[in-house]
C-alpha cells in the first residue's frame, strides 16, 4: 500500500461551519504534512508532525487546528474559515522528517470552499 | 527572487518530441524532488535526486551540484504526460521550497 488517501475529496462550507479534513497511511511513514495550494500556485507548507508531534507550523491561523491521533492519521479541524481560504488541501507523508527523509508521497487532496 | 526557479512557465509539444523542463536552485538546496500534478489536484513524486541522474521509464532527471541546476526529461512525449511539473527543492530539515512549476501539453 503506497497510497496516501483523503477525505473528503471535495468540501463546501459556511464560515460558521466547523468540519475535518482526514489523511491517511499505511506505509509506516512517521512524518505527514498538510499543505494549501491556492489555483495555479505551487504548494504552500501549512504543518509538519513528526512521530505524532507537531514539528513545523508556518504561521497557520488558529482557525485551522491539526491533529495527529495516531502515526497513520493526520487530522485538519476548520472553525470559521474565510472564503479566502478556499483551496486544494494536500496532505502528504514521508519516512521521516529532517535530512534523508527520502520520497514524499502526496494524496488527492480534498477541494475546500468557503461560501 | 525564488530559491528555486523553474523554465519554461509553459510548454506546448507534438506527441512523440522530446521535453526538458529546467529547474535552477540556490545555496542551501540539497536535494530536489520533481513532482506531477494533474489537472484535478493529485501530486506524484516523480524522483528525488541528490547527485547524478535516475531514469524511470520515459522519464529522466538529472542533477548538477557545483551549477546548482536539475533537469526532467521526457522521451516521445505523450499526450498522457500532459500535467503541470513541479521543481521542489530540500532546504535545511526537510522544508520543500516549490517552483513555479511548468504547465506542459503534449497535442496528438
Known amino acids: 500500500d503506497t497510497e496516501v488517501t483523503q477525505t473528503p475529496k471535495h468540501l463546501v462550507m459556511g464560515m460558521t461551519n466547523k468540519k475535518s479534513l482526514k489523511c491517511e497511511q499505511h506505509m509506516g511513514h512517521r512524518a505527514m504534512y498538510w499543505y494549501k495550494q491556492k489555483a495555479k500556485k505551487p504548494p504552500e507548507l501549512m504543518f509538519v508532525?513528526?512521530?505524532?508531534?507537531?514539528?513545523i507550523n508556518e504561521s497557520v491561523p488558529s482557525r485551522f487546528s491539526p491533529e495527529c491521533p495516531n502515526s497513520s492519521l493526520l487530522n485538519l479541524h476548520l472553525h470559521a474559515l474565510q472564503p479566502e481560504d478556499s483551496a486544494l488541501y494536500l496532505c502528504a507523508s514521508s519516512l521521516t522528517w529532517g535530512r534523508n527523509t527520502g520520497e514524499l508521497f502526496f494524496g488527492e487532496g480534498s477541494r475546500l470552499t468557503v461560501l | 527572487k525564488n530559491e528555486v526557479e523553474q523554465s519554461p512557465q509553459n510548454l506546448t509539444a507534438q506527441e512523440g518530441e522530446f521535453i526538458t523542463i529546467n529547474c535552477s536552485y540556490s545555496v542551501g538546496i540539497s536535494a530536489l524532488h520533481w513532482l506531477q500534478q494533474h489537472p484535478g489536484g493529485g501530486i506524484v513524486s516523480l524522483f528525488m535526486?541528490?547527485?547524478g541522474k535516475k531514469k524511470h521509464g520515459r522519464l529522466i532527471a538529472t542533477i548538477n551540484i557545483q551549477e546548482k541546476h536539475s533537469s526532467l526529461h521526457i522521451t516521445a512525449s505523450h499526450p498522457r504526460d500532459s500535467a503541470v511539473y513541479i521543481c521542489a527543492g530540500v532546504q535545511g530539515a526537510q522544508k520543500l521550497v516549490f517552483g513555479q512549476g511548468t504547465r506542459l501539453t503534449i497535442n496528438p
Open positions: 535526486l541528490s547527485s
Open positions: 508532525y513528526s512521530y505524532e508531534k507537531l514539528s
